[in-house]
DNA sequence: GTTCTCA
DNA sequence: TGAGAACAACGCTAA
DNA sequence: TTAGCG
């Protein structure tokens, strides 16, 4: 079977069931896709992938992949990025185009990550996310932290919104004017972090230790750093119900929104009705007066 | 999913 | 001819 | 330094 996008990309085994439960096909992964590439490509944008890739579905065996395959078309757009550790090069997926987005759906990558920075500026952060994880299985407590996450970033005066992260939790993230630092974002996401703890100390922890954190929310404040990523805005994620990460309104999260009702299915509709909040704000903020107020 | 290597 | 392996990796922070 | 985490 063949696909013509800018590029055309051939599918192999386009019945293969990728969600066995909630019955999405390999077709049915590329035509969600489709669907949503103008709203999804715009995130991916100069954005080096971090790909989870399941050949056999979401049940079967899984990889991450950062280096792009040899065997890739020479119009998948690799993107050199020295890595210390590796001590040599990473060729970095960069996805460019929709036939970008259906050659690794067929490559069978269902969850996209990306990191908080873009090759035009590959040091400043251009958003700051706060990831809420919960502990145990229930999304209450996650959504009462959000909620006051929400209140606190108001009085702060800072532009912000929710989104799934698909799994089990959240991500609130902040859009960023250009030239912040790293070390701007880190004293402000740990000092919010902590004020969040002290203010609500029976729901909140900021634990490292998993076996130390009760039933509470963790506030993942240390994954927001410069190599680190978050499942990228409309990104499926390897789950049971093909959930998927989906930006919020807060009047939507307040009036008790839940992970598992935006997917695969529900997700394409729902971006045709309402558009995308992500992208509907362009307030972008400046952290660098409170930074200096913390610091 | 695809390629490569070793039986 | 076919089975099996590889396909990432690092900063943070508490101890 | 390393351990444990995501
Ligand atoms: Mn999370
Ligand atoms: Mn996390």
Request: glycine share 4%; charged share 20%.
């Amino acid at each position: 079977m063949e696909l013509v996008a800018e590029h055309p990309v051939t599918i192999t085994n386009p019945d293969k069931l990728l969600w066995p439960e909630a019955n999405i096909t390999k077709a049915g992964y590329i035509q969600y896709m489709i669907e949503v590439s103008p709203w999804l490509l715009p995130y991916l944008r100069d954005r080096p992938l971090t790909l989870i890739r399941y050949p056999h579905g979401v049940h079967g065996h899984s990889f991450y992949q950062k280096n792009c395959p040899t065997y890739a078309p020479d119009w998948i757009r690799r993107v050199p990025v020295w890595s210390d550790e590796r001590k040599d090069v990473i060729q970095y997926v960069v996805a460019d185009s929709l036939a970008s987005l259906i050659w690794l759906a067929n490559q069978a990558c269902l969850e996209f990550h990306v990191g908080f920075t873009t090759l035009v500026r590959p040091t400043q952060p251009d958003s700051v996310a706060f990831d809420l994880d919960p502990t145990v299985a229930g999304f209450e407590p996650v959504r009462e932290v959000a909620l006051a996450l929400h209140g606190l970033l108001d009085r702060l005066n800072l532009p912000h919104l929710p989104k799934t992260s698909g799994a089990t939790g959240l991500q609130v993230f902040i859009p960023l004017q250009s030239g912040h630092t790293f070390e701007q974002t880190r004293i402000f996401t740990k000092a919010v972090a902590v004020y969040l703890e002290r203010q609500l100390p029976n729901l909140v922890t900021l634990e490292r230790l998993t076996k130390n954190r009760g039933t509470k929310v963790y506030i993942d404040f240390p994954q927001h750093g410069a190599s680190r990523t978050l499942i990228a805005p409309y990104s499926c994620r390897a789950t049971k119900l093909a959930t998927v990460s989906t930006p919020l309104l807060w009047s939507e999260l307040a009036a008790g929104a839940l992970p598992e009702q935006f997917t695969i299915t529900t997700v394409p509709p729902r971006l045709r009705k309402q558009g995308d909040c992500m992208a509907a704000s362009n307030d972008l903020a400046s952290l660098r007066e409170i930074v200096r107020f913390l610091d």
